[in-house]
Nanobody, 124 residues
Framework: QVQLVESGGGLVPAGGSLNLSCTGS????????VGWFRQAPGKEREFAGV????????YYGDSVKGRFTISKDNAKNTVYLHMNKLKPEDTAVYSC?????????????????WGQGTQVTVSP
């Protein structure tokens, strides 16, 4: 069992930056791929990006590509979502998910464990 807890959300002005953390407990995240997803009120859940178990490979959704990056610190059992050049449309609840198979990718339901999420609000 893996428990995931996100932190770092908050209110930021447009054009600003914010770093989210996803910390695991109960098992090491070193063998898991970890994805980040977001969901705004009234909208479908959206894939933000995923990083492989080693931390060397990652890819991103089109709406965040070039602005967001994911990093992984296996020693701290934590995955980070670094968000830059934030826009009001980035406002959402951001959550992380862990996947042991490495195949879940953009498919939220294919992950094994999910966090509760943290709110990010970008003001105009």
């Amino acid at each position: 069992q893996v428990q995931l807890v996100e932190s770092g959300g908050g209110l930021v002005p447009a054009g600003g930056s914010l770093n989210l953390s996803c910390t695991g407990s109960g098992d090491t995240l070193s063998t898991y791929s970890v994805g980040w997803f977001r969901q705004a009120p009234g909208k479908e859940r959206e894939f933000a990006g995923v990083i492989g178990w080693s931390g060397r490979n990652s890819y991103y959704g089109d709406s965040v590509k070039g602005r967001f990056t994911i990093s992984k610190d296996n020693a701290k059992n934590t995955v980070y979502l670094h968000m830059n050049k934030l826009k009001p449309e980035d406002t959402a609840v951001y959550s992380c998910a862990a996947d042991l198979s490495g195949r879940a990718g953009r498919d939220y339901d294919a992950y094994d464990y999910w966090g509760q999420g943290t709110q990010v609000t970008v003001s105009p």
